[in-house]
């Protein structure tokens, strides 16, 4: 959570695109999150280098197993039906070097929420850039990300053709002996974050490093926090930790990766684990994330 400042590949189409033009090689990722209380997450993302700028295409998959269905008087019995719910996003980057010290991207994103029978369809964006000072490799990032409108699910439980009903004007449009249903939906936000981070190299030589970064995110859906992260390198591993602030869920994080040249791409492995506290039963039952980068 404290990698804004540090991006320079092909996973900056998530956390900051104007990472994306940081890197001389096209690129594949692929990424898969087991989260807490059985929900997963899939991303995908693929970049291309033109002589306009560096493009990629991304879609994300957030999933969860069925659940049972529980009447609205009493949450002790299952009515016998199950559902789910998911969340899906498509993305189109573009990120370009506008300086030897600044870069600068945005990613367009057509999104999609199913929850049961029901859908949602919205838009939104991601901006980012990042400013290079020169020295120490010390790097300022900024991201906005899920920057758009207001989602609201639109509902016609009794099939007359009219959405958002007043339920107190007495009315009973569709002539079923009933008063209007459908009443007015709520709209619920986008999960808008805002992030500033500095990063800047401990440490360099030809074979080692140590980076250190810091973060600040502000967020519409929970409380701001500070992210600290540190990354060690010698040769092709590559040693990560890092510790989220001021969230009560929030907790360590460690993880590795590894790069494996080959003769048809360069693979890089990238493992991580989080406690999350009381959200992590156990070792098992935390946040794992895995994800392989293809480079060629």
Request: charged share 25%; proline share 2%; aromatic share 14%.
């Amino acid at each position: 959570e404290a990698y804004t400042a540090v991006t320079d590949d092909i996973s900056s189409v998530y956390w900051n695109p104007a990472g994306l033009a940081l890197k001389s090689q096209n690129q594949v990722l692929f990424s898969h999150t087991e989260w807490v209380a059985d929900v997963r997450y899939e991303y995908l993302a693929a970049s291309r280098i033109t002589s306009m700028g560096t493009f990629a295409i991304s879609a994300a998959y957030l999933w969860m197993d069925w659940m049972d269905v529980y009447t609205e008087d009493s949450f002790e019995n299952p009515t016998g039906e199950q559902f789910t719910n998911s969340d899906l996003a498509i993305g189109l980057t573009y990120a370009n070097e506008y300086t030897d010290k600044f870069s600068f991207g945005f990613t367009a994103k057509y999104l999609r929420e199913d929850l049961d029978e029901y859908s949602v369809d919205g838009v939104s964006v991601d901006i980012g850039s990042l400013y290079n000072t020169g020295w120490r490799n010390l790097t300022i990032g900024m991201s906005l990300r899920n920057f758009g409108q207001d989602l609201k699910y639109e509902l016609d439980n009794d099939n007359d053709g009219d959405l958002d009903e007043d339920p107190f004007d007495l009315l009973d449009n569709d002539g079923d002996g009933l008063i209007d249903e459908d009443r007015e939906e709520v709209p619920f936000k986008l999960p808008m974050n805002f992030s500033l981070g500095v990063a800047i190299d401990l440490y360099r030589t030809d074979q080692q490093s140590l980076i250190s970064s810091v973060q600040l995110d502000n967020c519409v859906d929970r409380m701001e926090t500070y992210n600290l992260g540190f990354e060690y390198q010698v040769g092709t591993l590559k040693l990560r930790a890092g510790k989220q602030f001021l969230l009560d869920a929030a907790g360590f994080s460690a993880g590795f990766g590894v790069k494996i040249p080959t003769s048809f791409a360069i693979f890089d492995l990238d493992y991580s684990y989080t406690d999350m506290g009381d959200l992590s039963e156990d070792f098992v039952n935390s946040p794992h994330r895995v994800s392989l980068k293809l480079s060629f």
